[in-house]
C-alpha cells in the first residue's frame, strides 16, 4: 500500500523548466530499501524510463534522451523525489509517473499514481 503523489507538470514553451514533485508514503514503505524514479509515457507510445536514484548514497542514471537536460534529487526527510527539467522540447511531452526503479531500469511497484503531465510548446 504504497501511494505516489506525482505534482508540478504544466505547460511551458520550448527551452523552458519545469521541477516535478513525488510524494511517497505507506505504512511500511523506505526510500532507503529503493533506487527511486522517474518514467514518462506519450501519446501512442510505451511507458519509459527516465532517470533514477539510489535513495542510500544518491548516485544517479539517465536515459540517453536526457543529454544532461534533467537533474534527479531526493530530499529523504520528506520522502520526496524531484525531477528538474531544463531545456524542455516538444518531444518531452508525455505523462511523468514516479515509481521504485529496478536493476534493469523497470518499475517496482505495481501500482502507479496519477502521474503529472507535462506539455512543451513550439
Known amino acids: 500500500q504504497v501511494q505516489l503523489v506525482e505534482s508540478g507538470g504544466g505547460l511551458v514553451q520550448a527551452g523552458g523548466s519545469l521541477r516535478l514533485s513525488c510524494a511517497a508514503s505507506?505504512?511500511?514503505?523506505?526510500?532507503?530499501?529503493?533506487?527511486m524514479g522517474w518514467f514518462r509515457q506519450a501519446p501512442g507510445k510505451e511507458r519509459e524510463f527516465v532517470a533514477r536514484?539510489?535513495?542510500?548514497?544518491?548516485?544517479?542514471l539517465y536515459a540517453d534522451f536526457v543529454k544532461g537536460r534533467f537533474t534527479i534529487s531526493r530530499d529523504i526527510a520528506k520522502n520526496t523525489v524531484y525531477l528538474q527539467m531544463n531545456s524542455l522540447q516538444p518531444e518531452d511531452t508525455a505523462v511523468y509517473y514516479c515509481?521504485?526503479?529496478?536493476?534493469?531500469?523497470?518499475?517496482?511497484?505495481?501500482?502507479w499514481g496519477q502521474g503529472t503531465q507535462v506539455t512543451v510548446s513550439s
Open positions: 536514484i539510489n535513495w542510500s548514497g544518491g548516485s544517479t
Open positions: 515509481n521504485a526503479v529496478g536493476a534493469v531500469r523497470q518499475p517496482v511497484f505495481g501500482s
Open positions: 505507506g505504512r511500511t514503505f523506505s526510500f532507503s530499501s529503493y533506487a
